[in-house]
């Protein structure tokens, strides 16, 4: 069964400051990977994701991830955070064939110190 | 234009009414979901539709019944609420069933 670990509960970081959330997947096939943002009282928003190719992804808000296979990781990415980040960040894998279901991690909650 | 829209946004119910969510999608998709987020955060889906049938049905109670109508609407109607049933409730769909979904601005159902 594929599965998602997030391990970082909550993050703190200052503006400005860099970013790294983690995630790790279980998948016995190729994953399909994304990484989505939820701000609060809002619904999610795909933030970037990787089906093949460059294992470097760019996404949108200046985040980026890296695919690393022999690590089983995905971790997301931003050189420079910004007030505005401060958000809900969940891993989710998938695959496609049709109608599987996408499988996300338990979240990690971003906050950010002026 | 909203892509993914669900009715109501906040839902606020004595414990054993009947309440729906609706959903709608204008994205032309085939394949529509409904995830559930509980207090700390954690999604689950718990169905899939795909042109009306149903194609993932996660180990729910059957409480709750899922309508499709057509393949734009997905609506979820739960009998006899529980306590437990306090959530928010996610409206998705994705195009061919792939794994890119588009998510609903979801439902905080508050049950009393």
């Known amino acids: 069964a594929q599965s998602v670990t997030q391990p970082d509960i909550h993050i703190t970081v200052s503006e400005g400051a860099s970013l790294e959330l983690r995630c790790n997947y279980s998948y016995g096939a190729t994953p399909y990977l994304f990484w989505y943002v939820q701000s609060p009282g809002q619904g999610l928003q795909l933030l970037l994701k990787y089906f093949s190719g460059d294992t470097l992804v760019q996404g949108i808000k200046g985040f980026e991830a890296e695919f690393k296979r022999s690590q089983s990781s995905f971790n997301l990415r931003k050189p420079s955070v910004h007030w505005s980040d401060a958000a809900e960040y969940f891993c989710?894998?998938?695959?496609?064939?049709?109608?599987?279901?996408?499988?996300f991690g338990t979240g990690t909650r971003l906050t950010i110190i002026p | 234009d909203t892509a993914v829209s669900q009715t109501p946004k906040y839902l606020v119910t004595q414990m054993g009414n009947d309440k729906s969510i609706k959903c709608e999608q204008n994205?032309?998709?085939?394949?529509m979901y409904w995830y559930k987020q509980d207090s700390k955060k954690f999604l689950k889906i718990m169905f899939s539709y795909n042109n009306k049938e149903l194609i993932i049905n996660e180990t729910v109670p059957n409480r709750f019944s899922p309508k499709s109508p057509d393949k734009a609407h997905l609506n979820l109607h739960i009998n006899s609420l529980e306590l437990g049933d306090s959530a928010v409730y996610f409206c998705?769909?994705?195009?061919?069933?792939?794994?890119?979904?588009?998510f609903g601005p979801g439902t905080r159902l508050t049950v009393l």
């Open positions: 998705a769909s994705s195009p061919g069933g792939g794994p890119r979904l588009f």
């Open positions: 994205l032309g998709h085939d394949t």
């Open positions: 989710a894998v998938g695959s496609n064939f049709g109608n599987e279901k996408l499988t």
